[in-house]
């Protein structure tokens, strides 16, 4: 549904002329939250309707993709109805933030449950839950997978390997990550041998790789692992009557750990409700919503301790790599630098 049909965007209008003194008041008195979000997941409903429950804040709510949310509240500029933006991938919460559409805020509860890795250097995004970003395979085809990310880019793999193109921010990131763990001179020989070891050119989603290890088009690929465990827990088309002969390795045990994608988001520049939206980001960090970001939509939680669900469960334990991921976001320009000049689409 294009944005500007969107009843939502009516429902908005109002609130636009909500600016200088009158935001000022609706700041202390609003009982709303006006919230632009581009993660994809019908699930998270319920993590709204709880949060109104709680706290009588009804959630105004804009759903698109997530760039053209940020371009949309730059154009907006002060009159952005804006409260929040949540979005998917460390690399997109960092444009966000260079576009000038977050604002830093000082959230002892965010300080305190959030860890320190999965947070903006100047507060201005926080992430809210995490994905694996692991390998998958062909049981009947590959004896000895790759152990890490590096190996995908083994010779031994050659006309194997299936994986998204460099436009999409999961690639982004996840060589920004292997710029920040292994430097950019091992990035860029790992992104030639990936390139080296297509199956196909890069496209499509994430479902479309573990797809093209269903259909034989290859063998081994990489995609998060909330798209495996939904694929495990209900139907997926093309995809879940044939999921037995579909393996995963988290990657890089003995080393980083597995690549964590996150999902998170920030307080927007302009907030008119200021204060709902740090209460909505503080309750997106209670254990409640922690365990639904496991249970609605097969995410690990960001918090500490917090319990997984039991689909999430079924994939098992590992070590997740704790980098850094505000470090990890000003790696992308350098990756990007770097598919260009080994060719990845
Ligand atoms: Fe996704």
Redesign the pocket.
């Known amino acids: 549904m294009p944005l500007s049909k969107s009843p939502l965007t009516l429902a908005l209008a109002t609130t636009t002329a909500l600016t200088g003194a009158a935001a000022a008041w609706a700041d202390g008195h609003s009982k709303e939250l006006n919230l632009y979000s581009s993660r994809?997941y019908d699930t998270d409903e319920r993590l709204y309707s709880d949060f109104t429950e709680s706290t009588g804040i009804k959630i105004n709510r804009i759903e698109g993709k997530a760039d053209e949310l940020i371009a949309r509240m730059q154009a907006e500029g002060r009159n952005s109805p804006a409260d929040i933006l949540l979005t998917?991938d460390t690399s997109r919460l960092e444009r966000a933030k260079n576009a000038g559409v977050l604002q830093s805020i000082d959230s002892a509860v965010l300080e305190e449950k959030i860890p320190a890795n999965l947070q903006d250097d100047d507060n201005q995004w926080f992430g809210f839950s995490q994905?694996a970003r692991i390998i998958f395979y062909d049981k009947t085809d590959v004896s000895a997978p790759p152990a890490d990310y590096v190996s995908l880019a083994d010779p031994k793999y050659k006309g194997l390997v299936c994986h998204r193109s460099s436009s999409n921010v999961?690639s982004q990131t996840l060589l920004a990550a292997i710029i920040e763990n292994h430097g950019a001179k091992a990035a860029k020989a790992w992104a030639q041998g990936m390139v080296d070891n297509f199956a196909r050119d890069p496209e499509g989603?994430?479902t479309d790789q573990l797809r093209g290890i269903v259909s034989g088009e290859c063998d081994i690929s990489v995609a998060?692992t909330?798209?495996f465990a939904r694929a495990l827990r209900r139907e997926v088309k093309g995809l879940s009557d044939d999921m037995e002969d579909i393996g995963w390795i988290f990657p890089a045990q003995d080393a980083e750990g597995a690549h964590m994608n996150l999902s998170g988001g920030g307080v927007a520049a302009n907030a008119p409700n200021r204060k709902n939206a740090i209460a909505f980001l503080e309750y997106l960090a209670s254990d409640k919503a922690q365990e639904y970001f496991s249970a609605g939509n097969d995410e690990f939680p960001a918090v500490p301790g917090v319990e997984v669900s039991e689909s999430v469960a079924k994939l098992g334990q590992f070590k997740a790599d704790e980098v850094n991921l505000s470090a990890v976001a000003k790696n992308v320009p350098e990756a990007q630098k770097i598919f260009n000049e080994v060719g990845w689409k």
């Open positions: 994809h998917v994905r999961y989603g994430d998060n909330y798209y």
